[in-house]
């Protein structure tokens, strides 16, 4: 529903959750669809590893987040995430 709905602007921002049904989020991002997104991606997710963090990284995956997610952490992603698409 994602990939028909969106449209690109630079006041938004992306958040993925790495263990999605059909598709994990770095997959996602791996896709053509994902890798056509001019706008910043914060990635959740319970299992937080080195590999998963280096992948994440190598994607531009903008934040990185690990469950339980922190509320103000997510806020303060989000926030800074809508300010770097608007600055690109």
């Known amino acids: 529903a994602f990939r028909r709905a969106y449209r690109a602007r630079n006041d938004a921002c992306l958040v993925l959750d790495q263990h ?3 598709v994990t989020g770095l997959d996602f991002l ?3 669809d994902g890798r056509r997104l001019r706008l910043p991606v914060i990635l959740v997710t319970a299992h937080s590893d080195k590999d998963i963090r280096a992948q994440a990284r190598d994607a531009g995956v903008f934040a990185f987040l690990a469950k339980p ?3 103000d952490a997510l806020i303060a992603a989000v926030h800074c995430a809508i300010a770097r698409g608007k600055a690109d």
């Open 30 to 32: 791996a896709s053509a």
């Open 20 to 22: 999605m049904p059909n």
């Open 69 to 71: 997610v922190d509320s």
